[in-house]
């Protein structure tokens, strides 16, 4: 099966023996969906990240409700090009805001687990916005 994500606030799971959509999900997102991925140790789970300034993990046999969301009162998902990443280990899994930093939750409870900032004097002020971050493999 495929999980695709749309620009229509939607999750779309897809029947690649028959070629069709078989569920589509739609309340789990106020804005647009910028990413989704599985996690490979789960055949049932995956997270996706969206406009709405959230992630969420979603267990396709109850697409109706996430399992977590992940979210932090300064995390502003800044671009619909903004893709998040799951760490190699499926513990966590990361995502850069607006504000030019990188937020890392654990993806069992959700906890947010660290936010990495630059502070380098030179670039205060005019942090860039962070649009992908991926985990080295090799950890």
């Not at 046999?61 to 998902?77: L, Q």
């Amino acid at each position: 099966s495929v999980i695709s994500a749309h620009l229509d606030k939607k999750l779309r799971l897809w029947d690649l023996r028959i070629g069709t959509c078989q569920t589509e999900v739609s309340n789990i997102h106020d804005g647009t969906i910028t990413w989704v991925s599985m996690l490979a140790l789960s055949e049932f789970e995956f997270i996706s990240g969206s406009r709405d300034n959230t992630l969420a993990r979603i267990d396709v046999r109850n697409p109706d409700e996430a399992v977590k969301t992940y979210r932090h009162r300064n995390y502003r998902s800044g671009s619909n090009l903004n893709r998040s990443s799951i760490s190699p280990d499926q513990a966590y899994v990361a995502s850069g805001c607006a504000q030019g930093d990188i937020y890392i939750w654990k993806v069992e409870n959700a906890e947010l687990s660290a936010v990495l900032s630059h502070r380098d004097e030179v670039l205060r002020g005019s942090k860039s916005p962070v649009v992908g971050v991926w985990w080295n493999q090799a950890s």
